[in-house]
Every structure is written in structure tokens, then in C-alpha cells.
């Protein structure tokens, strides 16, 4: 598999998630400079991952000559900017969730990054996951029959970095940092293709001196009738809350995925074939990786 090299965008929390996979994984990509609003931050980053070189100039970062694919891992009102640099420069961009702060950034993006023929890739994580993909492809055997309601909560006590709390600089609040996850996770169990035709939604401000909301409920009706239910928060205590439902009218899959390793299914179906060991059909069967 061909290695790339890479632009790292940032130097927060996320750009050390991902420069951590990139470095850590299997393939031989690696991070060759780093683009951070201040040189110490620069710096730092660069030492704890062993980068070549790092700058305080974006150009300079997108267009560096060995590199061939940028990652941006920036603050939600650089994503446009940023894309459109590396249009431009000819180079290969993955941008961080959420995509822009609404819907008009996101669709200059999108025509930004056709129009260059670059390759183009939002980094979602959730539905990547083993269990997560393992359970798509169980809906999508038809081991559930067909899907009528998947549920999606993530919520947790709130963000950490300053930024995050001016919607400003965000585009929103709660929604658009967790339900955009949600959202992604929903699509991926209903199908891509299957659009939405009709939302609901509730938002408030409980907890936070903030002028978006920390805490929102959705629903959305797809074209199949189906529905999406997403639930998020930013006062949750306890930490992190990730749970995903799916319902279909031949069973039922639960995933946790914070508490769990693997998920569990009711299938009343039989197109579900080899499960686990000593697994009899139409019981309830733990799933693991």
C-alpha cells in the first residue's frame, strides 16, 4: 500500500490523535511538518512526535515539498481556508469533523476540492470502529430485516478547549460538535442513499453562560420512513456517554461504546449465519471484536 506524507494541521488534542494513528499504524505514512498558531506550541509538538519541521505559516505548511496529503485537525472556522489552500495546491485533504460551521461553507468546500479533482475525506471516527462496522454490515445482511429507528446519544460534561464555546468560531453548539457523530452514525445504519425528508428538534441552555445550546434532542424521518433519534449534551456528569440503538423489524442491535467492547443482537432472522460458539439462533447474543 502506498505510503503519503503528511501536512499535520494543528496542534491541539485531535492533531495528537491523529499524528499518534498515523505513526502508530501499520503503513509507513508519517508526519513531515507541522502548522501550529504559535512556534513554542510548534515546537513541542514536533519533538513529541519527531516531525521533520514545523512553521507558524500555513502556506508554508500545505505547500511543503514533501508532502503530498494535508490533514487539518484546526478550529471549525479555518476548515475553509484551509481546504481551499490545499485545492490549490494539488494535494490530497482530510479535514476533521465537523465538515464547516453551515450548510453554505460546507457545499464551497465540496465544490472547492471537485472542481481542483483532488482527493477529498471527512474523518469521522465512530463508525470505523470493529464493532460499529461489524454491525453495519449485520444490517445490512438483512439481520435485522428492515431498519425503522436507530437511536444515537453522545454527551459529556462539555468541551476543553476555549474555543469551542463561542459559536462564533464553532457554528453552534452542542449539536454541530457531538451531533454531527450522531448524525454520520444514523446515516450509516439507514443507508447513505435513504435521505432525510422532515426534522425535529429541541434545544435549550441549561448549564453553560453561553448564547448556543449545551443540550438538544432531534428526530429525523428518511425517505424509507425510518427514523433518526439523536440525543446530546454538554452537562452530562460521569464522563462520556456514547450509546447507539438500531431497530429493525426482525431484531435489535445495542452498542456501547464506552462501557462495552462489543455489541449485542436479537436476530429473529436466519441471514445472519456463524455468530460465536455454541451461539443458538433467536437468543440474545453478546458480539465482541
Known amino acids: 500500500m502506498q505510503s503519503h506524507r503528511v501536512t499535520m494541521l494543528g496542534t491541539g488534542l485531535i492533531g495528537d490523535f491523529y499524528t499518534m494513528t498515523l505513526h502508530g499504524g501499520r503503513g509507513r505514512d508519517r508526519v513531515e511538518t507541522v502548522y501550529s498558531r504559535t512556534e513554542e506550541r510548534g515546537e513541542a509538538f514536533a519533538d513529541r512526535w519527531d516531525i521533520p519541521s514545523n512553521t507558524t505559516s500555513m502556506e508554508e505548511a500545505i505547500n511543503h515539498p514533501d508532502t503530498d496529503t494535508v490533514v487539518i485537525g484546526l478550529p471549525n472556522h479555518l476548515h475553509e481556508e484551509a481546504v481551499a489552500m490545499t485545492a490549490d495546491a494539488g494535494k490530497a485533504v482530510l479535514c476533521t469533523k465537523p465538515l464547516a460551521r453551515n450548510a453554505e461553507e460546507a457545499a464551497r468546500i465540496l465544490e472547492k476540492v471537485e472542481s481542483a479533482g483532488v482527493?477529498?475525506?471527512?474523518?469521522?471516527?465512530?463508525?470505523?470502529?470493529?464493532?460499529?462496522?461489524?454491525?453495519?454490515?449485520?444490517?445490512?445482511?438483512?439481520?435485522?430485516?428492515?431498519?425503522?429507528?436507530?437511536?444515537?446519544?453522545?454527551?459529556?460534561?462539555?468541551?476543553?478547549?476555549?474555543?469551542?464555546?463561542?459559536?462564533?468560531?464553532?457554528?453552534?453548539?452542542?449539536?454541530?460538535?457531538?451531533?454531527?457523530?450522531?448524525?454520520?452514525?444514523?446515516?450509516?445504519?439507514?443507508?447513505?442513499?435513504?435521505?432525510?425528508?422532515?426534522?425535529?428538534c429541541v434545544t435549550d441552555t441549561f448549564v453553560h453562560p453561553i448564547e448556543d445550546e449545551d443540550n438538544a434532542i432531534a428526530l429525523i424521518r428518511f425517505e424509507s420512513g425510518a427514523i433518526g433519534q439523536f440525543e446530546v449534551s454538554w452537562t452530562f456528569r460521569g464522563g462520556m456517554d456514547?450509546?447507539?440503538?438500531?431497530?429493525?423489524t426482525e431484531g435489535t442491535i445495542w452498542l456501547n461504546h464506552f462501557l462495552r467492547t462489543g455489541f449485542e443482537m436479537f436476530t429473529a432472522g436466519e441471514s445472519e449465519g456463524y455468530v460465536a460458539e455454541k451461539a443458538e439462533s433467536r437468543l440474545v447474543v453478546p458480539r465482541r471484536r
Not at 449539536?175 to 446515516?187: F, K
Not at 456514547?242 to 429493525?248: F, I, S
Request: charged letters at 25%; glycine letters at 14%.
Open 119 to 200: 482527493f477529498a475525506g471527512y474523518l469521522e471516527d465512530l463508525v470505523y470502529t470493529p464493532k460499529t462496522v461489524k454491525a453495519v454490515e449485520s444490517v445490512r445482511s438483512g439481520a435485522i430485516g428492515d431498519v425503522t429507528w436507530v437511536r444515537s446519544r453522545e454527551t459529556h460534561p462539555g468541551p476543553h478547549s476555549a474555543w469551542f464555546w463561542d459559536g462564533r468560531l464553532t457554528g453552534g453548539g452542542a449539536i454541530i460538535d457531538l451531533g454531527c457523530h450522531c448524525i454520520e452514525i444514523i446515516r450509516n445504519f439507514v443507508g447513505k442513499g435513504n435521505r432525510p425528508v422532515e426534522v425535529m
Open 242 to 248: 456514547l450509546r447507539d440503538e438500531v431497530a429493525g
